[in-house]
């Protein structure tokens, strides 16, 4: 039987399940697109689980829950940008990312945005492809004593974008 998944509002209190499925998900997920330093520079952006609390809080923070368990998280930050995109290894290739950005890009088209903007890891690059994204940036992101590659990519929201179709 699939696993439950549902959608609800950041809680100040998923700061450290959400620290931890960051850390899980760059670890996990990125191996064939980054090494190990750069694995470590990326999710130490966690590691000052303060600053990352407050950074979840300042944007519009969505966690996907599978079975009542954290299973992904996206930010928007500003109304048009995903700041934050994370899937925990264990649920990843079920549908959840698919899930979080339908419903930032649902939210962000019903404040008023006409575009969302992503800087899209290697790993992510054609989830996003996948959803209309596309590309405009290549990136080099200094970091600790590496460099992280990323693309700026664009998806322009249409009329018909998240209108139910009968
Ligand atoms: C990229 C990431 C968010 C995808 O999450 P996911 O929950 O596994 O993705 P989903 O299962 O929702 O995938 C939805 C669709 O995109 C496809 N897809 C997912 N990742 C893909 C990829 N790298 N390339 C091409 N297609 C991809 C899936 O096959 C699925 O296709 P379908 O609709 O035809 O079934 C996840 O791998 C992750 O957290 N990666 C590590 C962190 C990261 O890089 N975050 C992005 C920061 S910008």
Not at 71 to 84: R, S
Request: glycine share 8%; hydrophobic share 45%.
């Amino acid at each position: 039987m699939s696993a439950r998944l549902s959608l609800r509002p950041y809680l100040p209190a998923d700061a450290p399940v959400l620290a931890a499925l960051f850390r899980a998900s760059i670890l996990d997920l990125t191996g064939e697109d980054y090494d190990e330093e750069q694995q470590e520079a990326w999710a130490a952006a966690a590691d000052d689980e303060a600053a990352f609390a407050a950074r979840l809080a300042g944007q519009l923070t969505l966690v996907a829950l599978k079975d009542g368990a954290p299973a992904g998280f996206v930010a928007l930050k500003d109304n048009t940008h995903i700041d934050l995109l994370y899937v925990h290894p264990d649920a990843a290739g079920a549908g959840v990312a698919r899930a979080l950005c339908d419903a930032a890009e649902a939210l962000a088209k019903g404040r008023g945005a006409k575009a969302v903007t992503v800087d899209a890891s290697d790993t992510a690059l054609g989830f996003f492809q996948k959803r209309g994204y596309e590309a405009h940036r290549r990136n080099m992101v200094p970091l600790a004593d590496t460099w992280l590659g990323n693309t700026a990519m664009k998806k322009k929201l249409g009329d018909n974008d998240a209108v139910p179709r009968h």
